[in-house]
């Protein structure tokens, strides 16, 4: 039997990122996150995190409330429906490369603040975001997350995760980029004046496999469907995961225990997880945490059932884990989450 997937939890760095153009306004940020089933006091405790459920239900109340897909980021709201008719216009490009110069001459359109460029040179693609004027944090998160969403579009056009060289991120905003490479699966550099990513110019070549009625059901799914890259189990950081997901209720495996069901040395299985920006005790770390954050949401699991299903022989000991990944106890992270009282950050 496999293992079920364990979703990458939210910081809630992101959260407070995508919430700077409704803070702007002087619109209701509490009553906006309680929409999204998310405490605002969790905006005072900065290890916390959502889950991706709670993240995509928040895109979807700031487009409504803003009227703006970008969300009140930019000078000027990118119109409802924008994101839709680009994808009926891309399902009917017969390669990604078509598809890509295609939606980028789309929102050349119908944006201000920056430019979506495709560059390519000696057999590697640039997808470049080029802001046409002073970048401020707003912009920089609008951009990023423009980026991150082209991304998923291109891969899913394909119907395959496209492998990236690296991603290209403003010197600027280097403190916001600790969850991009498990996002991308690629390293992260820093140049002055844009935000995008690279990959093999051959890539551009893949047919475009989706149809017309395979948008339906993407678009229904659509923001979740997005927030995790295709088929972004495959990587072996998700690998891993899954392979401690049955373990989780006992001692977890070594490292050179879960290189060999993997056929693997220590040594390789060092090397490609520092390649994906992982390490072995940060894999375990995270997945105990997004699964208990996953159980909190299950009212009829006590405390000490979910610190017994984590491997943990005492609920107090829990207790201190939970606080020391998220910065807010156990208790308090479930009290919020399940009633919307907000959650107390304790000393």
């Known amino acids: 039997m496999s293992a079920p997937i364990t979703h990458h939890t939210v ?77 009926r216009l891309l399902v009917h490009c017969r390669t990604l490369g078509d598809a ?18 495709l560059v390519v040179d000696r057999g590697v693609v640039s997808v470049r975001l080029v802001s046409t004027g002073e970048r401020d944090q707003k912009l920089a998160y609008a951009e990023r997350s423009f980026c991150f969403f082209s991304y998923g579009l291109a891969s899913w056009l394909v119907a395959r995760r496209i492998p990236l060289l690296d991603v290209v991120y403003p010197e600027g905003v280097a403190r916001y ?17 844009w935000i995008g990513f690279r990959f093999e110019a051959r ?5 475009v496999v989706q149809t017309p009625q395979s948008l339906v059901e993407f678009l229904r799914q659509a923001p979740a469907s997005l927030l995790v890259k295709y088929r972004d189990q495959t990587s072996l950081t998700e690998r891993i995961r899954r392979l401690l997901r049955r373990s989780l209720a006992g001692e977890l495996p070594s490292l050179e225990v879960v290189g060999q069901s993997l056929t693997m040395t220590p040594q390789t299985l060092r090397r490609r997880l520092r390649d994906e920006g992982q390490g072995y005790q940060s894999i375990k770390d995270d997945l105990r945490r997004d699964v208990a954050i996953e159980y909190l949401g299950q009212p009829e699991l006590t405390l000490l059932d979910i610190a017994n299903r984590l491997g943990f022989s005492e609920a107090s000991t829990f207790h201190r884990a939970f ?7 156990p208790g308090a992270y479930r009290k919020s989450h399940l009633s919307g009282v907000p959650a107390q950050t304790t000393p």
């Not at 619109?27 to 959502?50: G, M, W, Y």
């Open 11 to 87: 910081p809630i760095a992101q959260v407070i990122q995508i919430l700077q153009g409704v803070v702007q306004r002087g619109l209701d940020v509490n009553a906006i996150l309680r929409r999204a089933e998310i405490s605002p006091a969790l905006l005072d405790s900065p290890l916390s995190r959502v889950t991706q459920g709670q993240y995509a239900a928040l895109i979807l109340v700031l487009r409504r409330v803003t009227r703006d897909e970008l969300w009140g980021l930019c000078s000027r709201p990118l119109r409802l429906g924008s994101f839709v008719q680009s994808c």
């Open 203 to 207: 890539w551009l070549d893949l047919p």
């Open 177 to 193: 980029a600790s969850d991009a490479e498990r996002l991308f699966q690629a390293p992260v550099h820093y140049e002055r004046n």
């Open 323 to 329: 606080k020391g990944w998220t910065g807010v106890s």
């Open 100 to 117: 890509l110069s295609i939606g980028f001459q789309f929102y050349h359109l119908m944006l201000d603040d920056f430019v979506p460029r």
